[in-house]
Structure formats: C-alpha cells, structure tokens
C-alpha cells in the first residue's frame, strides 16, 4: 500500500539549506508534522513525516536506507510523504501521504528498533497507518505490529496481496496507455521491457505473458531473473542494457531515478510505465519525454495500487479485489492522459496539477 513516488515536476522539494529552515521547509511544502526519532537503546534514527490528513488519515510505508546524510534522509522522507498525498488525491482516496524513513547504520538492534518505531506509531492514535517499503519486509512488519495496530499485518489477518494489486494496477495502466496510443492494445503484438523483476516486475510479467504479450526482463539479481525466465519463458538481458531496447514499453520496476539524463536519450520505447517510485530523476525529465513524444505513465498514479488495497483494508474493513484494483488505475491513468493530450502537456506535469488542485479543494483553499 505504501510505496510512494516523487520526481514529478514539481515535487523536488527545495533543499532545506540548514535545519533552521525546516518549519519554512514544511510550511511552503504543506506539511502538518515531522517526527524525529533517536533511540539510544536501539539505535534508531528515523524521520516521520505526515503530510496531509485532511481528507482521512495518512498513509506510508518504512524504507529503511543507508542514506549519506541526515540531510538526504529528511529530503527522501518529505518527498515521498508528499507523493503518498497525490496518489491518494489522484486514486481518490479517504487518506493522505506519510513516510518513515529509517537510517540503515552498523550496529543497530532493528527488532528493538521498529518495536520503538511501532510505539511511536501507536502514540499518533490513528492518524497515521505505516507499512511495508524498501527495506521493510515481513520480519519487520511482525516486529511492528507486535507494539502497533496501525501498520500492516504481513500475515493472513493483514490486506494480503499488496504487491499484486500494484502489479495489476501497472497492467491495467500499461493497457490504458497503448489503448490512449492506438485505441486497441493488441498484446499480442507488443514487447515489453521490465527492469527489476521483484514482487511488482514478476507479478507485471505474468500478466503480460498470459495476454500474449512478449516479455523480456532484467534483474541484478540474475538467479532471480533466470527462475522468472524458467517460470514464463521469457528472454532475460542484462540490466545495463534494458532502457536501450526498442520495445513498445519500457517499465521500470526497480529503484528511483532511472530516467534521466543519459538514459534519456538512448531510450526506443513509445511508454514507459512501471511500479518503481521516483521514476524520473528529475521532474524536467517528464517534459523531455513529451519532447521525444515516449508517454510517460505519472509513477504515482499507475503504481497505487497497494496504496488502494491497503487503505481501503483498514479504512473500511474489507479486502478491495485485485481486478478492480487494477480497473480502477488504468482509468485513472487513461483520464491524466486524455487531459494531457488535450493540454498538448506532459502527462507527469499534468498530474502533478491534477492532485494539486484537488488537494487544494480538499483544504477548502
Ligand atoms: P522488490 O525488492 O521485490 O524488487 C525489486 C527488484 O529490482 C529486485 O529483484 C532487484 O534485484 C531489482 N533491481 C534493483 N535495481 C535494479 C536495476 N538497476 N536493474 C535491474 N533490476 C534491479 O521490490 P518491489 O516490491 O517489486 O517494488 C519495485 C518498485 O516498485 C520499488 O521501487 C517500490 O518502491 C515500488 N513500489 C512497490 C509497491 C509494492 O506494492 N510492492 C507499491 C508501490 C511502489
């Protein structure tokens, strides 16, 4: 539920230029809190940042980072809490954006430090549900929800499915995305390139694969990689290599960050959409796609669907299904679409206004 996205063009958040600055930092941003965590015990050093509860309460998942400052690991926090709030705005959602972002250190006794994690989390009463992220799997959770009852249950009393429903939700989006292209999506004869072959990229490929499509993956894990190509049959390459391709989609499901300056201009696909967060390295780049007609898929909208699964779940008590999951992003993501062609913008700009203004609306501004 929790991944979050930033890159988009206006979601670089000036640089806090010294720690004085970070109420005007938070102000300008529109954010309502920020925790910070130093437990001597344990070892933990973490950010909580809540940016929007107005419209319920906030969501966002734990990444746990060796980030190279405090300073990047506060930026990291506040870009992606902002993201959370745009996904919910754009998924239409009774929620806002959060973030944890725990400082991956030696030394640190991690069981006591998300149990610290989770009675801070407990304190806030509500206000703020947390769950999985980089670096926050299963073992974590369970350590979580031993002190919290607001993160997510990795276990059969949790949401269940969290990856699936973001892997339909880049599905459905991708199929929205030739659909706005060439009002047919055809699979059979599409080739889709997939970076990072992961819970999201494995469960993306199985679906493309059972729609005829032609899938080729890569992974920096390579067992990982060549397991997937045993399963589906599917050509593997090597990583280095996969934003050259010429494919109909590029879809990157790894880390942040992946389109940028170089990788810009060596990429042959016509879109690129994927489950990764921070896809572009920098809002501008969304324009650039434009430029070089690639329809870039907004990451915070195509990649919600955990966000739906997880907040629907503790929200309103039920299991949201995954088909209507996936339904529900490729209409969102076919209406950003629309709206860009007709504004002759980037579909990363347009979004970004769409869950500005909405976000607006919310606050009665
Ligand atoms: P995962 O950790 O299961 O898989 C990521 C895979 O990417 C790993 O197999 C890793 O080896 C591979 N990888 C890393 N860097 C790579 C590179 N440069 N080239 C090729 N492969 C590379 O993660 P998961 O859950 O599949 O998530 C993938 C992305 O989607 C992440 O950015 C995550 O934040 C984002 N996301 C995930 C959601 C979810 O529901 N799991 C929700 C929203 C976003």
């Known amino acids: 539920m929790f991944g979050s996205s930033a890159g988009s063009p206006r979601s670089a958040i000036p640089p806090a230029p010294s720690i004085l600055h970070l109420l005007d930092a938070m102000a300008r ?8 965590l130093n437990d001597r015990r344990s070892g933990l050093r973490a950010f909580i940042g809540i940016h929007d509860t107005t419209r319920g309460p906030a969501f966002g998942g734990i990444r746990r980072w060796a980030y190279r400052s405090e300073r990047e690991a506060l930026l990291d926090c506040l870009r992606l809490a902002r993201a959370m709030t745009y996904k919910c705005t754009l998924a239409d959602l009774n929620a806002g954006g959060a973030k944890v972002v725990l400082l991956e250190r030696p030394d640190v006794d991690w069981r006591a430090a998300y149990g610290h994690l989770g009675d801070a989390v407990e304190r806030m009463g509500g206000r703020f549900y947390t769950g999985p992220d980089v670096g926050t799997g299963e073992d974590e959770l369970g350590w979580l929800t031993a002190r919290t009852r607001y993160a997510t249950d990795p276990g059969p009393e949790g949401p269940g499915e969290l990856a699936a429903s973001t892997a339909e939700g880049v599905f459905r989006g991708i199929e929205a995305a030739l659909v706005h292209l060439d009002d047919d999506v055809d699979w059979g004869r599409r080739r889709v390139v997939i970076q990072g072959l ?22 920096l894990d390579g067992d990982r990689a060549a397991s997937l190509s045993r399963e589906l049959g ?15 989609v590029y879809s990157p499901c790894a880390l942040g960050g992946s389109i940028h300056d170089l990788t810009l201009t060596r990429l042959r696909c016509r879109v690129i959409a994927g489950g990764a967060n921070n896809v572009l390295a920098h809002g501008l780049h969304g324009d650039r796609l434009h430029e070089r007609e690639i329809l870039y898929a907004p990451d915070f909208v195509i990649n919600s669907g955990a966000l739906i699964r997880g907040s629907i779940f503790h929200l309103e008590g039920r299991r949201e299904p995954v088909e209507a999951i996936g339904r529900r992003v490729g209409e969102s993501l076919a209406a950003v679409l629309r709206r860009a062609r007709e504004q002759d913008a980037s579909p990363a700009r347009v979004a970004v206004e769409e869950a500005e203004e909405r976000l607006a609306e919310w606050r009665g501004a």
């Open 198 to 219: 992961g819970a999201v990229g494995a469960g993306l490929a199985r679906r493309l694969v059972e729609h005829g499509a032609t899938v080729v993956g890569a992974d």
């Open 234 to 248: 599917i050509e593997v390459m090597e990583p280095a290599r996969a934003a050259d391709q010429e494919c109909d």
């Open 29 to 36: 941003e529109g954010f309502e809190e920020l925790v910070a």
